[in-house]
């Protein structure tokens, strides 16, 4: 890509456009050559963006989604539709089908260290309020459903917020702290699909986007991502001295 030109993808839905959608930018990044090999998986589809992650070939990646900085160990897995796995470490012990429409990020947390996996709608609004006249779990999420789909029941939790922040999903404790990435993502993947209901006071010890980004480890976020390039080298060594 020119030095000149830049590329502002603000949403998650212009990510995914960009780079499974759109040949021009998806030729000019580099992504049409090196999707598959790369990525250490002879199974993603020729649409989809696999960077810089290591798949089990058996997997399936949809041609219009979005594998990136990730691990997938699992076999014989499909990857949902409209999805961005970023940052994640998929184990063999997933048990949960992912739903579509969906972003999955790992963030690495400071002090006690630990991981948390957030999950959003590829459409949801992080940022809109609900009134405190209105019943927390009424707040929009995962496309067409709400906060309230994650609970096993209907009430409201006084603690599913921060503090003194406003209701929006940014500030919604939703996502566990796990010791491991692998761990991380499987807790919330069983949430979001329903396998996992919340309970009454669960979300006080839990963590919102907020509180991740401010948590953020940078240190062990940079070191998982310059091992995972370094295996995938690795990985693409053999192909670069093949005949």
Request: glycine fraction near 8%; include cysteine.
């Amino acid at each position: 890509m020119p030095n000149s030109k830049f590329y502002h993808f603000g949403t998650a839905k212009e990510y995914l456009d960009a780079l499974c959608h759109d040949r021009q930018i998806a030729s000019e990044l580099g992504f049409e050559s090196k999707k598959v090999l790369a990525s250490g998986t002879k199974s993603a589809a020729a649409g989809a963006a696999v960077i810089c992650s290591i798949l089990d070939e058996s997997v399936v990646v949809p041609r219009d989604s979005i594998v990136e900085f990730s691990r997938v160990e699992a076999v014989d897995y499909r990857l949902p539709s409209n999805f961005i796995l970023s940052n994640c470490h998929v184990g063999e012990d997933i048990d949960v089908d992912l739903p579509p429409d969906f972003l999955f990020h790992t963030i690495p947390l400071l002090n006690d260290g630990g991981f948390v996996t957030v999950a959003f709608g590829v459409g949801d609004d992080l940022k809109r309020v609900v009134a405190k006249s209105e019943p927390a779990t009424r707040l929009p999420y995962g496309g067409g459903g709400t906060v309230g789909d994650l609970f096993a029941s209907d009430e409201t939790t006084m603690d599913l917020f921060e503090d003194g922040k406003q209701r929006s999903l940014w500030f919604a404790k939703l996502f566990p702290r796990c010791p491991s990435m692998r761990q991380s993502f499987l807790e919330t993947a069983r949430i979001v699909s329903g396998k996992r209901k919340l309970g009454g006071g669960e979300p006080a010890s839990f963590c919102s986007m907020d509180a991740c980004l401010k948590n953020l480890n940078k240190a062990e976020f940079l070191r998982y991502r310059q091992q995972l390039r370094n295996d995938v080298s690795a990985i693409r060594e053999p192909y670069n001295h093949t005949d």
